[in-house]
């Protein structure tokens, strides 16, 4: 049996210190956000023949220095654009550029995303993260209302939010990271990579919490707290390894090959499922252990 929770001072310090450069990275960069939080145009138009490669059409416009641009296939003979210029001015001279593919195209529609829209769309993200991680947290503790022991059943569910708050910063640190020296940008769909993470790493934690119960009752409090969970993690281990490794191989696959639209989508939720693995052994069962330490020193 594998000693996995006692060396959990070292894995604190690797948590506390990603979760610090993490913050630090979003108080000093902040996140690189698209159109969808900062407002911009949408614009689908329509090609009498084959519609050109999204490349060509970037090198095309290129000239125009449209920020967030992004071009997207829609049909066999249709694009769809995307960048934070919003005058008409602007989408004249993209149409323009555009004609030089092909003189008789169609602008389908063009549609503008105002800055209020943007700040109703950042309140229901940050409103729909805080309510889902409070979700959680209540029916963790419902769930785990009959365990035994000296950790209480909220104890459980402090635990679980505090390991989905280290993934979620993590999460967005990286991304902090990444808009600041590679211009990778997020969008609503960063928004469900983050709604993705929640569920999938209390799904993991929840399994070994479930495990911790059940070794509670058999022992009927014969055996220290700390061996138990040491214990129920190695029972775990190889159901959360294997199925993290099927998913995280497949989320890989999607970022390397996948297209524009989901890659970044894949990569965020690589990047929280990752550490969801490992807080769900490492911080949220850790913290359990280290709660009933202290509770035992009282």
């Known amino acids: 049996m594998l000693n996995i929770i006692q060396k ?47 490349m060509q059409v970037t090198e095309a416009l290129s000239p125009l220095a449209l920020q967030s641009l992004t071009v997207q296939p829609t049909g066999e003979n249709a694009l769809f654009l995307r960048y934070l210029a919003s005058d008409e001015t602007k989408n004249e001279q993209v149409l323009e550029k555009l004609k030089d593919f092909d003189k008789d195209i169609k602008l389908l529609r063009t549609d503008f995303i105002g800055g209020s829209v943007s700040d109703q769309l950042k309140k229901q993200a940050i409103i729909g993260i805080i309510l889902s991680i409070i979700g959680i947290a209540i029916y963790i503790a419902w769930a785990f209302r009959r365990v035994s022991g000296i950790v209480g059943s909220w104890e459980y569910g402090m635990g679980a939010i505090i390991a989905l708050a280290h993934d979620i910063v993590v ?38 919490y479930d495990r911790v119960r059940e070794n509670l009752l058999r022992s009927r409090k014969k055996e220290d707290f700390e061996i138990i969970v040491n214990r ?26 996948g297209g524009e639209s989901i890659r970044y989508f894949a990569l965020a939720i690589l990047v929280g499922v990752t550490f969801g693995t490992y807080s769900s052994i490492y911080v949220a069962s850790a913290l359990l252990v280290t709660r009933y330490k202290m509770k035992m020193q009282r």
């Open 8 to 54: 959990r001072i070292y894995t604190y310090i690797f948590s506390i210190g990603a979760v610090i450069v993490s913050i630090v990275a979003i108080s000093v960069w902040g996140l690189n956000l698209s159109i969808d939080f900062k407002g911009g145009t949408l614009m689908e138009v329509q090609f009498s023949s084959t519609a050109p490669k999204a």
């Open 171 to 208: 999460t967005v640190g990286v991304f902090s990271f990444l808009g600041k020296f590679y211009g990778i940008e997020v969008g609503v769909p960063f928004i469900a990579a983050l709604l993705t993470i929640l569920g999938y790493s209390v799904n993991d934690t929840i399994v070994v």
């Open 232 to 257: 129920s993690i190695n029972e775990t281990l190889g159901r959360s390894f294997n199925t993290s490794f099927t998913v995280i191989i497949t989320l890989l696959a999607i970022t390397l090959f």
